[in-house]
């Protein structure tokens, strides 16, 4: 069974900057891709960022620009670089792992909370 492990995060003013990563217990080049969503209390489950196999990255609207997603393949890990951090990014954010032909494996998830 595929394992994600994220860690990283945690409780950061406004302004600050984390870094999350997300550990798998297989190689990451047997997935479609890879990548994190977010859940805030209130609102809707929202995409956060997404990298390819191919290492094509997509970005939600509201963190592009900010946030820097990237893969190390020899360590199976995917990470995100969250900068210019803002109360609007707290929630628990959860990795993601498509693997071929089809379906998704899901992390516990990670809180990352933003102090104003």
């Known amino acids: 069974q595929v394992q994600l492990a994220e860690s990283g995060g945690g409780l950061v003013q406004a302004g600050g900057s984390l870094r999350l990563s997300c550990r798998v217990s297989?190689?990451?080049?047997?997935?479609?891709?890879m990548g994190w969503w977010r859940q805030a209390k209130g609102k809707e489950r929202e995409l956060v960022a997404d990298i390819t196999s191919d290492d094509i990255k997509d970005y939600g609207d509201s963190v592009k620009g900010r946030f820097i997603i990237s893969r190390d393949n020899d360590q199976n890990t995917v990470y995100l670089q969250m900068n210019g951090l803002t109360t609007e990014d707290t929630g628990v954010y959860y990795c993601?792992?498509?693997?071929?032909?089809?379906?998704?494996?899901w992390g516990q998830g990670t809180q990352v909370t933003v102090s104003s």
């Open positions: 993601y792992a498509d693997p071929r032909p089809r379906g998704r494996h």
């Open positions: 297989r190689n990451i080049l047997s997935f479609i891709s």
